[in-house]
């Protein structure tokens, strides 16, 4: 039975118990403890159900690593699956349950797969759920759904009640890994003079070296990492930062950390997780390696372990997986386990060597004990059910055949170790496969590269395949120098001095026995969680699954929340072994950040209710909100939509705010509204390229209004340019394409014209933005006083830089619903009392503010098109009827010669004409022209749509703008529209401008 020793612990505090349930049953640990060790002290082996076949499942790893202990923990809103109890750090009043079974974890019916699995190999589904076809909607969908997934997923109501929150860092040198080669590596680093950040994914730092053992510079690991942690906390360069995860390394020295700040310690404020988001000039990962298990029948049996987790639980935490451990293993380093456990005063029946001339100066050592050492020997199967009873032994080079049967309560297997490359891998390092570790290794030539060509990335440590604490410092030392050296400091480190015990060579081993019988390879486990088995593997090879690739995905191996990090080598090798090839001719599957998973809160940040999308406001929006404004969302922006009064509904609202605007005075806060800066020698010939017509012949000082294309030549922003000098234009775009269409600049200029001479700055938020609409808006800005905004001084499409009663502004001379019309800019921080100003002294002419829908209303009466409206992604300018603001001077703009493609030059395409319905009425917004007949789909054919539909107050019925086959060839000809209530609507087909055709009212 698995139990807590009278004494050991060096991360245990025995003087403080820790009360936690797990199932509904209270246990006690001691502050230190992580849930796996508490759990495993209180003889709760069991922890757990694999996914497929529901096989009883114990922990086999101590950390990151670990596939089969997963638990959900909490309740509530704090209820979260599928957490690893190795790395779940116990405290008081954690709740605990397994997960993956029912009714219960002892008696679990979905065992009953077990059985079953000569009829569930790898890829069954790919087959049996083809055939009937009838029984995939009502029987094998539903069975899939009920069956997928291993935790229980939060109740619908739950909202999580922590908080999370993103943090920025620039540092010269990130270490990622607290271990001895990470400390070393930090230390040399930061003795240069470099920024140096460390990051560790534990509690605690110096990674395996204090339950290992070993001297260095004559003191123990656990000695050394205290006093280099004082050191680099004296160095004021130096950030240290444990339990905090590098989960990912990106492009142009990118890196995220997961740091989990509260887990431990619920009861503490502030956010539970913190996203690093990291830019580095260097990038060392000291990651270190990790254990490898041995495939043998029963290798999944609770109490099934890998050595060093073994070691783990018993120097960290004082616990004892068993009273007698059979250790397997085909390396040196096992013995240091057994040899652990023969001096805690615990029995060691036998260490089952696979080699057949055994180890070296730690073999002597177990020997020297009393441990019986069997060489060339193997695991035929292990016995027992849900927990380990036994060990059946035979000869490593043969199938089988049983030679010895030891009693056991527990096994500790180790198949050597693997350097944990991922980070290394995330973005694009290459691997070499080392014969004589039997492991992939960073490829010192084939890093990661940035802008330059160079490595950002290098490798120290056990993660660069240096396994002996000797070679591991020195190479950290070096690493950690040459790495600040490169991000621009100088300096070197000398390592210290390390005592290694010699180890013999491990031989590699993928099966025990080599030549296992089918029998055995169907019990003999790769990946844990997702019940993936040796014969699993093999039947894929068979199949043609020659691609590494390929076979994870017919047999589900690596895919599980663990990533494959304890079973993709052994899966690669049985693979290779398989197709009678050579480990690195297969290759290794993508690693893919995080390197463990983070939570979705974390990821979220503080982007969660009110701030999941903040609200933009503009200066005057606390004004709209004292005058009863009807809002609307606009992008991530509040416009008024209206501003209802006394009894008044929307739609009387509008009709006012249209004849206010049309008879005397109307105010818009168009602050919203995208402005750009572009800026440079070649800013002209940027924006000939952004427009369809010319902007490089526009004078200083004038206005012109411009049309946008995707490279698809579909329409995609319009809004009027304005040249402030030579070299400097103001571009203003819709509302909701601001920030799109500023990225889009961005991305033109970083990758196709990355040598023009030009920088672009989005200052939407920087201006408020006025518009003084009306026959008497000249008057008001007249009584402002300041400025001469008259026809001569100010004409129509210009702009003047002045000042407006006392404010400093820019005047545009432009116009959007036919009227007189200046919009306003100031600097936002003026823009409420600017805003004030104009509503107090309009006052003599009735001024009104109003809100969208009667722009919208002005604008369709004015014939003018909305982006969204008139254009849905599908639209070219020429179906507007826009060619004039297509430039026939240019050779090209993004969108011309999609635009010249035999689909866009269809006669046939829709173009924009205005409707008015023969009894006034407003048409449905959207609704589509029936043409006569059907389609292939037995539909009814259609001849054009409604793209925006509105009253017209100042018509006095209903007019609308749509998009209509040969629309202008076809004026004063009735066509039918649609009605949602099945009758249809006829309309005549008008000019698409109602009001003002020739344009008197704006240009006075």
Known sequence: MST???????????????????????????????????????????????????RPRGPVASGAEEPNALVNLGKGDRFEPNQRATTTELFDGLT???????????????????????????????????????????????????????????????????????FYHYTDVLVVGGGVAGLMAAKAAGQTGAKVLLLEQTAHWGGRAPVDGGMIDGQTPDAWVNSVLDELRAMPN????????GAGVYDHGYALGYERLTDHAPELDGPRHRLWRIRAAQIVTATGAIERPISFAGNDIPG??????????????????????????????????????????????????????????????????????????????????????????????????????????????????????????HCGGKLDWDEAGAFFRPRADAGPTGADGKSFVSVAGAADGHMALAPLLKDAAQTGAVAANNAGFSGQTSAPDAEDVPEKPLEPVWLMPQGARYDLRMKAWLDYQNDVKVSDVQLAAREGYESVEHTKRYTTLGMATDQGKLSNINGLATLSNALGEAIPQVGTTTFRPPYTPISMGVIAGEARGALFQPVRQT??????????????????WRRPYCYPRGEEDHAQAVIREVNAVRQSLGLLDASTLGKIIVKGPDAGRFLDMLYTNMMSTLKPGKCRYGLMCSENGFLIDDGVVARLDEDTFLCHTTTGGADHIHAQMEEWLQTEWWDWQVYTANVTEQYAQIAVVGPNARKLLEKLGGMTVSKEALPFMA????????????????????????????????????????????????????????????????????????????????????????????????????????HMTDPARWKLVGLMTEDGSVLPEGAYAVAGGTNAND?????GRVTSTYFSPTLGRGI???????GPERMDEVIDFTHVEGFTVPARIVDPVFYDPEGEKQNV
């Open 4 to 54: 807590r020793l009278p004494t050991g612990g060096r991360l245990t505090d025995r003087t403080y118990r820790v009360k936690f349930t797990f199932n509904g049953k209270s246990l006690t640990g001691y502050a230190g403890d992580t849930l796996a060790s508490a759990l495993l002290a209180n003889d709760q082996l069991l922890m757990g159900r694999s996914f497929k076949y529901h």
């Open 96 to 166: 605990a349950t397994s997960q993956n079974h029912w009714p219960s974890l002892e008696m679990d019916i979905g065992a009953i797969n077990t059985h079953l699995a000569r009829v569930l190999p790898a890829g069954f589904y790919y087959k049996m759920f083809m055939y009937p076809r009838a029984f995939w909607k009502h029987v094998y969908e539903p069975f899939i759904r009920q069956s997928a997934g291993l935790g229980k997923a939060p109740d619908a109501e739950a909202r999580d009640a922590d908080s999370y929150e993103h």
């Open 238 to 245: 130096v950030t240290l930062r444990n339990r905090t995860m």
């Open 304 to 425: 099934v372990m890998l050595a060093s987790a073994v070691r783990d639980f018993l120097v960290n935490w004082g616990v004892s997986i068993g009273d007698r451990t059979v250790v397997v293993t085909n390396n040196d380093d096992a013995y240091r386990t057994a040899i652990a456990l023969k001096k805690a005063g615990l029995d060691v029946p036998a260490i089952i060597d696979a080699r057949k001339y055994g180890g070296g100066a730690l073999m002597a050592e177990a020997q020297t004990l009393g441990i019986r050492v069997e060489q060339g020997r193997a695991i035929a199967k292990v016995l027992g059910g849900k927990r380990v009873t036994g060990v059946a032994i035979c000869n490593q080079q043969g199938e089988g055949a049983i030679l010895d049967e030891i009693e056991c309560d527990a096994v500790a297997m180790s198949g050597g170790w693997s350097p944990v490359v991922h980070l290394w891998s």
């Open 619 to 636: 200066p005057i929006h606390a004004w709209h909100e004292r005058h009863d404004v009807h809002w609307e969302p606009v992008g991530h």
């Open 799 to 902: 702009w003047a830089d002045g000042t407006l009663g006392g404010f400093p502004v820019r005047i545009f001379r432009i116009s959007f619903s036919g009227e007189l019309s200046y919009e306003i800019a100031t600097p936002a921080g003026y823009g409420r009392a600017l805003w004030d100003l104009l509503y107090a002294k309009g006052a003599e002419w009735n001024i009104t503010p109003y809100g969208t829908e009667a722009l919208h209303v002005l604008r369709a009466e004015k014939g003018f098109i909305m982006i969204g409206d008139e254009t849905d992604g599908t639209v070219i300018p020429q179906d507007l009827g826009l060619n004039w603001a297509i430039s026939k001077k240019k050779d090209d703009y993004l969108g011309k010669r999609a635009q010249a493609r035999s």
């Open 939 to 943: 539909q009814r054919n259609t001849q």
């Open 960 to 966: 609308a703008m749509g998009l209509v086959l040969n």
